[in-house]
C-alpha cells in the first residue's frame, strides 16, 4: 500500500461558519476532515501534516517557498510515494504553479480544495480529498508534474485557473480541458501536458513584482508608481493579442530602460499574445523595445514566474528566455 502525506494548509475545506458572525473561518482540523473520507485506509496509508489554516488570500509568495521546501524535504523520504497539498481555492493556482516551477520530483504533487466549507450542504471537501489521494497512488500519476484535483477533474498546474466565484468545477483548464478525470476510484488520463525544460530551484525570492491590468485610455501612471518605488519586474495583462494603450508605452519604455524586465500577457482569458499588430503601442512595438512576451499565461501565474525568475538572475536575456523558450501551448 502506498503511503500518501497530505498537508493542510488551511483555506475553505478546513472552514465551518461561525455562528456568532454569521461567517465562515478556519475552524477544521486536518482529523476531522480527515475522518470525513471514509474508507480511504483500504487504498493508501496517510500521514497528516499541519502546515497552516490560512484562507487562501493570505498566502504569500514567501509562504509557497516555504511550502516548497517543506514538500522537497517530505519528498526525500522513502517512504513517501506522494504529496497532497489543501489549499485556499482564491490562490490555489498561484501556489500550484510556484510548485510547478521549483520542485523537479517523479513522486505524484496534488494540489486540492473545497468550494464549500464543512457547514454547508454538499460540503465538498472530502471528495476532493478522496479523488486527490485515488490521483496520488497512481502509477500514471507519476512524472506529470503538479496536479490540481477538484470535483473529480485533474488538471495541469500550468493549465487550470479558476474560472468562477461559486461552482464546484471552477477549476478549468480553458484551453485544452482536464488531462482526465477520477471515476469509480480511478484516475483515467486523457492526454499528456506540454513540458517544461525550467525547474526554478531558489534560496531566496524576489516578491516585489507589479501586476497591472490594462484598460481603454490607461496611462503610465500606475507603471511609475512601480518604478519609483523599487520594483523589480512588472506584468502586463495587455489588450487581445498583446496590445496597450499609446499612452502606457512610456511607462514601459522608463520601466525597461531602467532594467526593469516587463512580461506582456493578455487579459483574455485564452489565446496567447503574439507580435500582429504594428501601431503604436501594439505588440509589435512592444517586442522590439525589449518587453517579453508570456504568451498563453495569465498574469497571476506570469507574476509568479517573474518573481522565481528574478530570484535566479537579473539578466534580462536570461528572464527572456526562461519566458520564451517555455510556451506552455
Not at 116 to 141: F, H, K, M, Q, V
Not at 217 to 240: H, P, Q, T
Amino acid at each position: 500500500m502506498k503511503k500518501v502525506a497530505i498537508i493542510f494548509n488551511g483555506g475553505t475545506i478546513s472552514m465551518k461558519v461561525d455562528p456568532r458572525i454569521n461567517a465562515a473561518i478556519p475552524a477544521l482540523s486536518s482529523q476531522e476532515i480527515m475522518s470525513m473520507v471514509t474508507n480511504i485506509e483500504k487504498y493508501a496509508d496517510i500521514e497528516t501534516i499541519n502546515f497552516s489554516k490560512l484562507p487562501g488570500p493570505h498566502m504569500t509568495p514567501d509562504l509557497m517557498l516555504e511550502l516548497s521546501n517543506t514538500i522537497k524535504n517530505i519528498l526525500k523520504r522513502e517512504d513517501i510515494d506522494a504529496v497532497i497539498v489543501t489549499h485556499g481555492t482564491d490562490t490555489l493556482e498561484e501556489t500550484a504553479f510556484f510548485l510547478e516551477l521549483n520542485i523537479k520530483s517523479e513522486k505524484p504533487i496534488i494540489v486540492l480544495g473545497a468550494m464549500r466549507n464543512g457547514s454547508e450542504l454538499g460540503y465538498d471537501g472530502p471528495s476532493n480529498l478522496s479523488a486527490g489521494i485515488c490521483t496520488a497512488i497512481s502509477e500514471e500519476s507519476k512524472g506529470k508534474g503538479v496536479l490540481v484535483v477538484m470535483n473529480n477533474e485533474v488538471n495541469a498546474a500550468t493549465e487550470v485557473t479558476k474560472t468562477n466565484t461559486l461552482s464546484l468545477d471552477t477549476f478549468k483548464s480553458p484551453e485544452f480541458g482536464p488531462l482526465g478525470i477520477v471515476d469509480n476510484d480511478e484516475v483515467l488520463y486523457y492526454r499528456e501536458k506540454k513540458s517544461h525544460d525550467h525547474i526554478l530551484n531558489i534560496d531566496k525570492l524576489e516578491s516585489k513584482v507589479g501586476l497591472i491590468k490594462s484598460g481603454a485610455g490607461m496611462d503610465s501612471d500606475i507603471i511609475d508608481f512601480y518604478i519609483n518605488n523599487g520594483y523589480k519586474g512588472l506584468v502586463i495583462e495587455a489588450m487581445g493579442r498583446g496590445n496597450v494603450p499609446p499612452s502606457m508605452l512610456d511607462g514601459i519604455k522608463r520601466a525597461i530602460n531602467k532594467n526593469i524586465p516587463v512580461i506582456i500577457v493578455s487579459r483574455c482569458p485564452t489565446g496567447r499574445v503574439l507580435d500582429t499588430y504594428g501601431y503604436l503601442g501594439a505588440g509589435k512595438m512592444l517586442r522590439d523595445i525589449g518587453a517579453i512576451f508570456g504568451f498563453n499565461l495569465p498574469g497571476q501565474k506570469a507574476r509568479i514566474k517573474l518573481m522565481l525568475a528574478l530570484s535566479m538572475t537579473k539578466d534580462i536575456n536570461k528572464i527572456k528566455d526562461i519566458f520564451e523558450k517555455d510556451r506552455f501551448k
